[in-house]
């Protein structure tokens, strides 16, 4: 995963934690929700970057063995 994508992915994590605490501290269910959202969105975004880094990977060993059967 690129290191941007992972940064945004973590900074949405962040970002609807924070939502969900000031939610909980100021009894508002909306903002609360909100930041439940944010956290699970961007915990889906980092595991499909992750899946995504995973199987490229796979593809270039299997590449690279492929190759190196070759010689």
Do not use: P, S, W
């Not at 915990?43 to 970057?49: A, F, P, Q, S, W």
Request: charged content about 45%; proline content about 0%.
């Amino acid at each position: 995963m690129g290191v941007f994508d992972k940064a945004k992915d973590k900074a949405q994590q962040f970002i609807g934690h924070a939502k969900e605490r000031t939610g909980e501290a100021t009894d508002n269910e909306e903002l609360e929700n909100a930041g439940k959202r944010d956290q699970v969105t961007g915990k889906i975004k980092e595991t499909g970057h992750d899946v995504r880094d995973r199987a490229a990977g796979a593809v270039e060993d299997a590449k690279d063995r492929l190759t190196d059967d070759d010689k």
